[in-house]
T-cell receptor, first 114, second 113 residues
Framework: DTGVSQNPRHKITKRGQNVTFRCDPISEHNRLYWYRQTLGQGPEFLTYFQNEAQLEKSRLLSDRFSAERPKGSFSTLEIQRTEQGDSAMYLC????????????FGPGTRLTVL | AQSVTQLDSQVPVFEEAPVELRCNYSSSVSVYLFWYVQYPNQGLQLLLKYLSGSTLVKGINGFEAEFNKSQTSFHLRKPSVHISDTAEYFCAVLNTGGFKTIFGAGTRLFVKA
């Protein structure tokens, strides 16, 4: 059990650029979640997958955001045409089958949009 | 819908003193309750959780919390804090059978020597 990993850990980009983050969940965890945490706030739910199916998306997830989990393992979160308001920590978590009350969090990707 | 209120944004305390971080929640359905800790530029680490059963829950690093259903509270306590406990603490709820964890805004615990 190596834990949830996220890459990159930090990303600095200019407004208008596209960025993509990757999350590798704990092996055999079938649920994967994305959260966004802005400075001074708690994490806010963005979306989650069960296996490869995206089952729920928050209204926070605008049309510029897209998440995928093509083979039910790792997931990517892409932000198109980044805006300064997208600056935040993006956290990924995963849960094992049958124990969905346990979410194991990764270290996060900190995005700074200049 | 659920919501979580952490009543203190910052709690300064001297080393070896006791501490209580307060959390109230609102929900129309049964929930699971959690406390997470976050160190600077890191992800969240689970301190403890209440799923069912005994209302006093013990977690890692000497922390414990008590679930009070009538007061809809889940306060976190530690009898004697260390400098290394300085961090941000988040209270959270999850609807039983749900998928979306709702977090409070966090309480910054600052332990002074």
């Amino acid at each position: 059990d190596t834990g949830v990993s996220q890459n990159p850990r930090h990303k600095i980009t200019k407004r208008g650029q596209n960025v993509t983050f990757r999350c590798d969940p704990i092996s055999e965890h079938n649920r994967l979640y994305w959260y966004r945490q802005t400075l001074g706030q708690g994490p806010e739910f963005l979306t989650y997958f069960q296996n490869e199916a995206q089952l729920e998306k928050s209204r926070l997830l605008s049309d510029r955001f897209s998440a995928e989990r093509p083979k039910g393992s790792f997931s990517t979160l892409e932000i198109q045409r980044t805006e300064q308001g997208d600056s935040a920590m993006y956290l990924c978590a995963s849960s094992p089958r049958g124990r969905y009350n346990e979410q194991f969090f990764g270290p996060g990707t900190r995005l700074t949009v200049l | 819908a659920q919501s979580v209120t952490q009543l203190d944004s910052q709690v300064p305390v001297f080393e070896e003193a006791p501490v209580e971080l307060r959390c109230n929640y609102s929900s129309s359905v049964s929930v699971y309750l959690f406390w997470y800790v976050q160190y600077p530029n890191q992800g969240l680490q689970l301190l403890l959780k209440y799923l069912s059963g005994s209302t006093l829950v013990k977690g890692i690093n000497g922390f414990e919390a008590e679930f009070n259903k009538s007061q809809t509270s889940f306060h976190l306590r530690k009898p004697s804090v260390h400098i290394s406990d300085t961090a941000e603490y988040f209270c959270a709820v999850l609807n039983t059978g749900g998928f979306k964890t709702i977090f409070g805004a966090g309480t910054r615990l600052f332990v002074k020597a």
